[in-house]
């Protein structure tokens, strides 16, 4: 977009676009923003904002053919290119190619399928994934070699893993000794991993080595959705379970992690950005009694939806198969199986939702950059 004129008062820079719009830029914001306040190879902020006076007096502004030329009352010049003022608007959220709207599902909804080596070799083929996978939560990468290391391979295409307790990646196998009921052959509800964490890990990869045992199907819901739908049915059971923080625990020989969180976290505009939901590993509730009934009863409507088919996705991964999720949104769960049956191992590994935007940002510019070359 183009500017079509400028109006120039003390405290305001009126900017007139060329489809007649306005957008007022405080004197103050454009002084902030005045690239000589940057460091020339990092981009980072050297102003100090306490040097300049409290209400910096905007004096003059002119258009050239790629941004504006402020002078000041003080003396200071400034020259903010256009793409910093029509990116930047003030209440208008800067374009992220990393915020991409979610698509919440039910039952019905037909997990998107990718092939390995394209998201491998291809950038293009990255991207596509990702953001299938940002905005539904899940996805399966198919046709992955017959290595432990492949599934890991894909997720670091992304960035760096996520160490937990458990390590850096971990086995899914029916274990002897077992410190977590994914290690056992039992059937585990729905449920999203680690809430004891300060954060819980973001994007988590399991890849299918072998599933041969009778039963051991791969349960998914979208924990959005069910936060949604109570939202509407309930109003204040999702109150309480976004407003009442509750304890949540793992403990072993080696770690003892706890947290106070709630169930349900929201974010601007009252957008629901993170569950938190795992009966296993929540404390004892030790909030004031005479909310304690009440917050069972909305405890118990979450829990309720998370046993409810119409949310429920059952999948039974066959080796060479991975299944990609965001952990702080999609619950997951597993059938119970018979290990006398066959050999069922899944690995896992963790990529934190920061880095898995990060990725997503660096691919665009690299594809935009190659578009324009």
């Known amino acids: 977009m183009t500017i079509h004129g ?75 290119p256009l793409s910093l003022l029509t990116g930047h608007r003030p209440g208008q959220r800067a374009a992220d190619p990393a915020a991409i709207a979610t698509r919440l599902w039910r039952s019905e909804h037909a997990v998107a399928r990718y092939a ?114 109570l939202r509407t049915d309930d109003p204040e059971a999702f109150d309480l379970l976004c407003n009442v923080e509750i304890p949540f625990r793992f403990h072993d020989g080696d770690a003892d992690i706890s947290v106070y969180k709630p169930v349900i976290t929201l974010g601007a505009a009252g957008k629901v950005i993170e569950i938190r939901y795992n009966a296993h ?12 009934p009440a917050y069972y009863r909305a405890y118990r409507a979450y829990m309720s939806k998370t046993r409810d088919a119409k949310y429920r996705i059952t999948l039974k991964l066959q080796a060479g198969e991975m299944v990609v999720f965001d952990n702080r949104r999609v ?18 590994c963790y990529v934190d939702r920061g880095e898995f935007a990060s990725r997503l940002r660096q691919l665009s510019r690299k594809i935009d950059a190659a578009k324009a070359a």
């Not at 009126?14 to 020339?40: E, K, M, Y």
Request: charged residues 20%.
């Open 6 to 80: 400028l109006t120039v008062r003390a405290d305001t820079l009126v900017v007139t676009w060329a489809d007649t719009t306005t957008t007022d830029f405080p004197t103050i914001w454009l002084r902030d923003n005045c690239p000589s306040g940057l460091h020339p190879q990092t981009h980072e902020r050297l102003l100090d904002l306490l040097t300049l006076d409290d209400a910096p007096v905007l004096s003059s502004a002119q258009v050239d053919e790629d941004g504006v030329q402020l002078g000041y009352a003080d003396g200071h010049i400034s020259f903010l």
């Open 116 to 229: 390995a080596s394209p998201i491998m070799n291809e950038d293009t083929a990255l991207t596509a994934w990702m953001q299938a996978t940002a905005a539904d939560g899940l996805t399966i990468i198919e046709h992955l070699e017959d290595r432990t290391s492949a599934g890991v391979d894909v997720a670091e295409r992304i960035d760096f893993l996520r160490k937990t307790n458990f390590g850096t990646t971990f086995e899914v196998i029916n274990k002897p000794d077992p410190n977590n009921l994914a290690y056992t052959s039992v059937a585990l509800p729905l449920h999203t991993d680690l809430p004891n964490q300060e954060v819980p890990p973001g994007y988590q990869f399991l890849h299918c080595l072998a599933n041969e045992a009778i039963g051991g199907g791969s349960l998914f819901a979208d924990g959005f959705a069910m936060a949604e739908d």
């Open 331 to 348: 619950l997951h769960g597993r059938d119970s199986f018979d290990p006398s049956t066959g050999f069922r191992h899944l690995h896992g």
């Open 281 to 292: 590993l929540a404390g004892v509730f030790d909030m004031a009694a005479d909310i304690i």
